[in-house]
């Protein structure tokens, strides 16, 4: 695992930016895997920055929607497809067809989750995965106790993910119970996964994650055993048993 560590939020937005503008530069097509929450929009907001200036062309990228929540149409605020468009794919103006959705909103689930996992296939796999990191280590929804190589499917959201989420929302009574999620082995498979960690709150987490045992209870934890991460974090987040691999962004 590689770390890049940020002093202020606004480095946090540049140096996640930067690694999605080189998937961009090599690979103007890429699939890249995008993450809602709140840690990422920033970054986001750097690249659509840079699209405006003409530093970056990501109309040819493809887009696979990280996590849906069950019943929750699109023009429902909580419609994580819209907070992906709204935040991703329209500022960088990517056209609609090169959007891969999770499709929650009734219909045949685990049907949707198979075709999500076709197009992933026929895309090649994905080149870049952003993620964020779930206070009990979830990447996407993968909630623990999940596998290294769980499949995209149907979860019930955690406790401490409906906390978490409540967030967003205005309260945990707001919160969907269920979503789908793109598999583990999804991101697993992923070329290049960039983590973008932020806040004190995030510290316990974030170590186990890097050093701690790997285990289903702590799905980020398998992120040791992928090829090529990249952990974008800001100095609050980073603690002394997070220390030893961190090389310092400049
Ligand atoms: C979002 C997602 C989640 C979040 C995670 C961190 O699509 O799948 O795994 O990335 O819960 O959320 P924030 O960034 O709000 O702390």
């Known amino acids: 695992m590689h770390t890049l560590v940020a002093d202020t939020s606004e480095q946090l937005s540049q140096l996640g930016a930067d690694l ?3 998937t961009l530069a090599e690979r103007p097509a890429a699939a890249l895997l995008v993450a809602t929450g709140n840690t990422p929009m920033g970054m986001y907001q750097e690249l659509a920055r ?4 003409g530093l970056l062309d990501a109309s040819q990228a493809r887009v696979f929607q990280l996590d849906e929540y069950v019943g929750v149409p699109e023009d429902d605020v909580r419609s994580l497809y ?3 468009r709204r935040s991703f794919v329209d500022p960088l103006g990517i056209p609609l ?3 891969t959705r999770l499709m929650a909103d009734g219909g045949d689930l685990q049907a949707s989750c198979q075709a999500y996992d076709e197009r992933v296939a026929a895309a090649g796999g994905i080149d870049l995965a952003i993620l964020g990191l779930g206070p009990n280590g979830h990447l996407g929804f993968n909630e623990p ?7 995209t499917r149907l979860i019930d959201l955690t406790p401490e993910s409906v906390v978490s989420n409540a967030v967003y929302w205005g309260g945990e009574d707001q919160v969907p119970r269920q979503a789908l999620t793109a598999g583990m082995n999804v991101i697993m498979q992923a070329r290049h996964i960039v983590l973008v960690v932020s806040g004190a709150h995030k510290q316990d987490i974030l170590a186990r994650t890097m050093h701690g045992p790997v285990t289903p209870d702590i799905p980020s934890s398998f992120l040791q055993l992928a090829p090529n991460v990249t952990i974008v974090v800001d100095r609050s987040t ?8 961190v090389s310092h962004a400049t």
């Open 238 to 245: 980073i603690t002394s048993t997070s220390q030893p691999s």
């Open 50 to 53: 840079r699209r405006a200036d």
């Open 82 to 84: 819209g907070w992906t």
């Open 20 to 22: 999605v503008a080189r």
């Open 97 to 99: 067809e090169q959007v």
């Open 145 to 151: 106790p999940c596998a290294a190589d769980a499949p």
